[in-house]
């Protein structure tokens, strides 16, 4: 049985990560072997794409933009998630549960939905064309995903962890920061790496936030396609430097994810025994 399931765990990796060996492949083969009709699978090998793209400035600014913007909302999101996931679980279940659901819902409102409100407060400011402002925008989109990841792990902690850490005289923002933190790392990297990939592949906001020098990788692959045709090997580069952290998402996901349930099921049961 356990064959079984490892096998279509495997064979579902394998087929969710086909597009990135897909993207890598059509990358480093020749335009007429991409174009081959019908498709052929024997190719020439040549780096004239990457190299194209790894030395046009376009997709270096891109590819900063991009990871910037990425670890700017990772850090914000967990900067106003985690005390937030905190204060819920000390809350009870049910209200706690109540609080989530409306959190919850803002990650899933269509973010196109609101582009034009964000267009106009934005371009009232002057941040338009702004990788802060683009960062803050992915922030607000992301951390109710944080705050509903997180909760359910910090209120796996025992409730004596939070009165030995007040007996010792931390404060609230101590006890996170000091306490929860490492006692849930592997959670906390887990909700970061969510954030940081939602971040990195997002396009509506990029599209009306960042342009010129500010714009980032899903925006600037659009601009490949052209009136003398479309830049078949550099689209796909570009696209699998783009779905690069989604794949590995989803190969170091899994592992990450079993710590995190393992951690909180010990937990849970060492607070049911005590």
Known sequence: MR??????????????LMPLMWFLYNGVRLRLDALAIPPTWRSTLTIESLVAVLGSSDAQHALFNSLLVALLATMGSLL?????????STLPRRSAAARSFLL????????????IPLYLLLRQFGLLESRLALSFVHVGLTVGIVVVFLEPVFRSLPRRVHEMAALDGLSPASVVWRVLIPLSLSGVLMAGAIVFVLSWGEYTMASMTAGGRSQTLPVLL???????????GEAAVLSFLTFLPLGLLALLGPSLFRRVRASSAARSEWTGES
């Open 80 to 88: 106003f998630g985690v005390p937030a996931a905190y204060s819920l």
């Open 104 to 115: 919850l819902t803002n990650a899933v409102v269509p973010p196109i939905s609101l582009l």
């Open 3 to 16: 064959f079984i399931v490892g096998g279509a765990a495997l064979v579902g990796v394998g087929c969710y």
């Open 222 to 232: 659009p601009s490949l396609v052209q009136v003398t045709g479309t830049r078949w």
